[in-house]
């Protein structure tokens, strides 16, 4: 039975979340270890699977966590686990040392976002070393869970890494959820039934503030205040804080302790469920003081919904996300505030609609479906219907063609019910811009590695392979569970199982060469000795790959061949672009150039279209301020970074589209684009070259400035009507309605 051993420096009694994740994971077959230290007076433990407590001399301070950090270090050394979970920055090191060191899988809980506490906010120094210690090991990190959208989305925009969200959310009762969807009357005889069991008044509206921490300065003074000004609230203040004492002095002083508010303390889980049920409004005030609070989902939140009672709550982005219409976000907490919004609830029609969204809530938000995701990410590491994409670059936004049709592979492997892992590379920053919405990709986890830049300096690998074969990528292989598919020539530098599928782009040799022809001067040498590199590299690459090899097009097939390769399969483009050529009408005189014009060919194609009888627009990115000026004074409009949508109207609503390229390697992605999208399609000869292709695809062909000029007028010549544009679709087809790459993995 493999072992998983989890890690946690909370109490373990008290910590639900880490003991709901454990036995998800006992559930999936694995014997389970808990670890943690003592606390003072622990409370005794009666778990299913197997704990470690262990006690540290200092209880805080720098010497507690280095204390704490060698003896977590000193079991996991004794332990061998298959898996090791670390949850929260805490126990991050010792877990990824040992992982690394074994070569297991690290997943990492994260339960809140650690350097954003206002312990550690307000220490600079100290946070910086908990930031070295995330940039150091976050990265290694085999798999990422943590609680809400906007920490996932932070943990992908600082080190391109995504994470499973997997809220933390109240255990589903045993006979389910004690109410239908809209049960008003059995809510309400639920609750006098709780209000007669713990001696609390019927006549009167009942508010609860709980949790473990009610602290000072997090809305609780306020709230005190709050029911102090209403003619008959009763406060119920239930579980536990530094602010209980403040609290407790306040309601002395001004007389409203029995008769205002009760202050009932820590109390067991089933009692707090009761004290919840007997309320009418639920309270969470938490203050926007660090990047912490503001973007915190406090637990209350869920057990307010699980009783089905409305919410009062400040206005933090992921408990507003998470309210709707189960109660009201207010924007200041003050005792102003807090009245208004309450005595708002408390009108008849609105109350109740606020009890309906909460029980609806209720019906998401429970442990039931949030295990879930922990399944899905358990067997993802098993390996189960899992593929894991190598890609030569990240995908966001993606940088060129090969990339668009990485990130078309991942969406049809998703739409298939397969779980991708995709290991991206980058020699830019790990820092990404565009951070992607991890919601629209629940089958995705995304990984993104520095490149290694001094392996410019080998004497033997060709730079694209070398820098890519880095200690953090050989050791994501070696926990990467399931089907393997590598991108390209640039990440078989990295010891991939015998039955892992090559997707040949284009013999990258043959590209170089072409890139050094254009080239002048140090670049022209380094372009060549690159491409020298590369041949004998993918010479011998050819001859050792025993896996499947699947080409682009029958041109890339026969290279792959050519350097002694075994037979490859054929395999078009996955990459889907939404729409159709128009079905007819009036072409304006227009010509659309798409690409990165920073590429020495794409240049070329700018300034021969520059001089057309017709709207020219250059669509794409990396302009030189030299285009652009000659852009101005020619009158060529430039569509500077275009989003999906905008290319898609480009091609859409121009007569044509030009396709440069002056080798024949691979297959053009904005050509399959213009498949799509296009009309007429004007293309290089090289563009074309090993497509078999005919003249009902809507394409006409130049090789020169001269033959250009041709090969428009020749287009704007020819009629658009409905005939031909059905004639052309159905030309098109086999280029648009690919072959399923799932279908071919199976």
């Given at each position: 039975?493999?072992?998983?051993?989890?890690?946690?420096?909370?109490?373990?009694?008290?910590?639900?979340?880490?003991?709901?994740?454990?036995?998800?994971?006992?559930?999936?077959?694995?014997?389970?270890?808990?670890?943690?230290?003592?606390?003072?007076?622990?409370?005794?433990?009666?778990?299913?699977?197997?704990?470690?407590?262990?006690?540290?001399?200092?209880?805080?301070?720098?010497?507690?966590?280095?204390?704490?950090?060698?003896?977590?270090?000193?079991?996991?050394?004794?332990?061998?686990?298959?898996?090791?979970?670390?949850?929260?920055?805490?126990?991050?090191?010792?877990?990824?040392?040992?992982?690394?060191?074994?070569?297991?899988?690290?997943?990492?809980?994260?339960?809140?976002?650690?350097?954003?506490?206002?312990?550690?906010?307000?220490?600079?120094?100290?946070?910086?070393?908990?930031?070295?210690?995330?940039?150091?090991?976050?990265?290694?990190?085999?798999?990422?869970?943590?609680?809400?959208?906007?920490?996932?989305?932070?943990?992908?925009?600082?080190?391109?890494?995504?994470?499973?969200?997997?809220?933390?959310?109240?255990?589903?009762?045993?006979?389910?959820?004690?109410?239908?969807?809209?049960?008003?009357?059995?809510?309400?005889?639920?609750?006098?039934?709780?209000?007669?069991?713990?001696?609390?008044?019927?006549?009167?509206?009942?508010?609860?503030?709980?949790?473990?921490?009610?602290?000072?300065?997090?809305?609780?003074?306020?709230?005190?205040?709050?029911?102090?000004?209403?003619?008959?609230?009763?406060?119920?203040?239930?579980?536990?804080?530094?602010?209980?004492?403040?609290l407790q002095r306040t309601a002395e002083a001004q007389g409203w302790t029995g008769s205002k508010v009760r202050f009932i303390g820590r109390v067991p889980?089933?009692?707090?469920?009761?004290?919840?049920?007997?309320?009418?409004?639920?309270?969470?005030?938490?203050?926007?003081?660090?990047?912490?609070?503001?973007?915190?989902?406090?637990?209350?939140?869920?057990?307010?919904?699980?009783?089905?009672?409305?919410?009062?709550?400040?206005?933090?982005?992921?408990?507003?996300?998470?309210?709707?219409?189960?109660?009201?976000?207010?924007?200041?907490?003050?005792?102003?505030?807090?009245?208004?919004?309450?005595?708002?609830?408390?009108?008849?029609?609105?109350?109740?609609?606020?009890?309906?969204?909460?029980?609806?809530?209720?019906?998401?938000?429970?442990?039931?479906?949030?295990?879930?995701?922990?399944?899905?990410?358990?067997?993802?590491?098993?390996?189960?219907?899992?593929?894991?994409?190598?890609?030569?670059?990240?995908?966001?936004?993606?940088?060129?063609?090969?990339?668009?049709?990485?990130?078309?592979?991942?969406?049809?492997?998703?739409?298939?019910?397969?779980?991708?892992?995709?290991?991206?590379?980058?020699?830019?920053?790990?820092?990404?811009?565009?951070?992607?919405?991890?919601?629209?990709?629940?089958?995705?986890?995304?990984?993104?590695?520095?490149?290694?830049?001094?392996a410019i300096l080998s004497g033997s690998r060709p730079y694209i392979v070398g820098s890519r074969s880095t200690r953090v990528l050989r050791a994501a292989?070696?926990?990467?569970?399931?089907?393997?598919?590598?991108?390209?020539?640039?990440?078989?530098?990295?010891?991939?199982?015998?039955?892992?599928?090559?997707?040949?782009?284009?013999?990258?040799?043959?590209?170089?060469?072409?890139?050094?022809?254009?080239?002048?001067?140090?670049?022209?040498?380094?372009?060549?000795?690159?491409?020298?590199?590369?041949?004998?590299?993918?010479?011998?690459?050819?001859?050792?790959?025993?896996?499947?090899?699947?080409?682009?097009?029958?041109?890339?097939?026969?290279?792959?061949?050519?350097?002694?390769?075994?037979?490859?399969?054929?395999?078009?483009?996955?990459?889907?672009?939404?729409?159709?050529?128009?079905?007819?009408?009036?072409?304006?005189?227009?010509?659309?150039?798409?690409?990165?014009?920073?590429?020495?060919?794409?240049?070329?194609?700018?300034?021969?279209?520059?001089?057309?009888?017709?709207?020219?627009?250059?669509?794409?990115?990396?302009?030189?301020?030299?285009?652009?000026?000659?852009?101005?004074?020619?009158?060529?409009?430039?569509?500077?970074?275009?989003?999906?949508?905008?290319?898609?109207?480009?091609?859409?609503?121009?007569?044509?589209?030009?396709?440069?390229?002056?080798?024949?390697?691979?297959?053009?992605?904005?050509?399959?684009?213009?498949?799509?999208?296009?009309?007429?399609?004007?293309?290089?000869?090289?563009?074309?070259?090993?497509?078999?292709?005919?003249?009902?695809?809507?394409?006409?062909?130049?090789?020169?400035?001269?033959?250009?000029?041709?090969?428009?007028?020749?287009?704007?010549?020819?009629?658009?009507?409905?005939?031909?544009?059905?004639?052309?679709?159905?030309?098109?087809?086999?280029?648009?309605?690919?072959?399923?790459?799932?279908?071919?993995?199976?």
């Open positions: 039975m493999p072992k998983v051993f989890l890690s946690v420096i909370n109490d373990l009694h008290s910590d639900q979340r880490v003991h709901r994740t454990c036995m998800v994971w006992q559930e999936m077959g694995y014997e389970v270890v808990l670890s943690g230290r003592n606390y003072p007076n622990p409370a005794p433990l009666a778990r299913p699977y197997r704990t470690e407590r262990f006690t540290c001399f200092f209880h805080r301070g720098p010497l507690f966590y280095l204390e704490f950090q060698w003896r977590l270090w000193e079991i996991l050394r004794r332990e061998k686990p298959d898996v090791y979970l670390a949850n929260d920055l805490d126990t991050l090191w010792p877990n990824a040392y040992w992982a690394r060191r074994r070569g297991k899988p690290l997943v990492y809980d994260s339960h809140e976002y650690f350097l954003g506490a206002p312990e550690l906010e307000s220490r600079p120094f100290i946070q910086s070393l908990w930031r070295w210690v995330e940039r150091r090991y976050v990265p290694q990190i085999t798999a990422g869970v943590t609680v809400n959208a906007s920490i996932a989305q932070a943990y992908y925009a600082e080190y391109g890494q995504s994470m499973d969200i997997v809220r933390n959310v109240p255990l589903l009762p045993q006979d389910g959820l004690p109410f239908p969807p809209a049960g008003d009357d059995q809510q309400e005889s639920r609750r006098l039934a709780a209000c007669k069991a713990l001696d609390l008044p019927t006549d009167r509206p009942l508010w609860i503030l709980q949790g473990a921490g009610i602290n000072i300065d997090r809305g609780a003074e306020e709230l005190l205040e709050a029911v102090g000004l209403h003619p008959n609230a009763l406060l119920l203040v239930v579980g536990s804080g530094d602010a209980f004492p403040h889980r089933e009692a707090l469920a009761r004290y919840t049920e007997a309320a009418h409004l639920g309270f969470s005030l938490d203050k926007p003081k660090s990047q912490n609070y503001r973007w915190s989902l406090p637990n209350k939140l869920f057990d307010y919904f699980q009783a089905g009672i409305p919410v009062i709550a400040s206005n933090l982005v992921e408990v507003a996300a998470h309210l709707g219409a189960a109660g009201r976000v207010i924007h200041e907490t003050t005792p102003e505030a807090i009245l208004s919004a309450a005595n708002e609830l408390f009108q008849p029609e609105v109350y109740r609609h606020a009890v309906q969204a909460a029980q609806q809530a209720a019906h998401r938000y429970h442990w039931d479906h949030e295990k879930d995701s922990w399944k899905r990410l358990i067997r993802r590491l098993q390996g189960e219907k899992t593929v894991h994409v190598w890609s030569m670059d990240r995908l966001e936004p993606p940088p060129y063609g090969g990339t668009l049709e990485v990130g078309g592979q991942v969406e049809r492997l998703v739409q298939s019910g397969y779980q991708v892992v995709l290991h991206a590379t980058t020699k830019a920053a790990l820092a990404h811009t565009q951070a992607l919405t991890l919601s629209e990709h629940p089958g995705v986890q995304f990984k993104t590695y520095p490149r290694n830049r001094w292989l070696a926990t990467a569970n399931g089907k393997h598919l590598v991108q390209g020539t640039h990440l078989t530098g990295l010891n991939f199982p015998a039955d892992a599928i090559l997707r040949w782009h284009n013999p990258e040799a043959t590209y170089y060469r072409s890139l050094g022809a254009y080239a002048t001067g140090l670049k022209r040498a380094y372009l060549r000795w690159e491409a020298a590199k590369l041949l004998r590299w993918e010479r011998n690459l050819a001859k050792r790959w025993q896996g499947p090899v699947w080409a682009l097009t029958a041109g890339d097939a026969q290279a792959w061949q050519a350097l002694g390769g075994h037979t490859a399969k054929i395999v078009p483009p996955q990459k889907r672009f939404p729409g159709t050529p128009p079905e007819h009408g009036a072409m304006r005189k227009s010509l659309v150039v798409p690409g990165k014009f920073s590429v020495v060919e794409n240049e070329r194609a700018a300034r021969w279209t520059a001089a057309l009888p017709v709207e020219v627009m250059w669509a794409g990115h990396d302009f030189s301020d030299e285009l652009r000026r000659i852009a101005g004074a020619k009158g060529v409009q430039i569509l500077d970074q275009p989003d999906d949508v905008a290319m898609a109207r480009a091609f859409h609503d121009a007569a044509m589209v030009l396709v440069h390229a002056e080798h024949s390697l691979g297959l053009k992605l904005k050509l399959i684009q213009a498949f799509y999208q296009a009309r007429w399609i004007v293309a290089h000869e090289a563009a074309v070259q090993g497509l078999d292709w005919t003249p009902d695809m809507g394409i006409f062909t130049y090789h020169s400035p001269e033959s250009l000029s041709e090969a428009v007028n020749q287009a704007l010549n020819t009629p658009w009507d409905a005939q031909r544009a059905q004639a052309v679709r159905a030309a098109r087809s086999p280029w648009t309605q690919p072959s399923s790459i799932a279908t071919l993995l199976d």
